[in-house]
């Protein structure tokens, strides 16, 4: 699944921007084991929560691991 199409199933592609505000996503890159992660996270309304995230490759867009939260 490509990171547009994941966008579009949760309700963000029409926003087509990313910004942390509270109807779309910001861009994390975090270094995990000496590799880049790229994910968009989406801001949980429940106080304590995990965000939801999409981790995706930044050179073909498609998504490799999807959180939830919790």
């Given at each position: ?21 509270k ?12 590799k ?20 995706f ?9 999807i959180?939830?939260?919790?």
């Amino acid at each position: 699944m490509t990171l547009n199409q994941a966008r579009e199933i949760i309700g963000d592609l029409k926003y087509q921007y990313w910004t942390q505000d509270k109807k779309s996503a910001e861009i994390i890159v975090i270094e995990y084991d000496d590799k880049l992660k790229y994910t968009l996270e989406y801001d949980m309304v429940f106080a304590g929560s995990d965000n939801m995230r999409l981790e995706f490759d930044p050179n073909t867009l498609i998504v490799t691991d999807i959180f939830c939260g919790e």
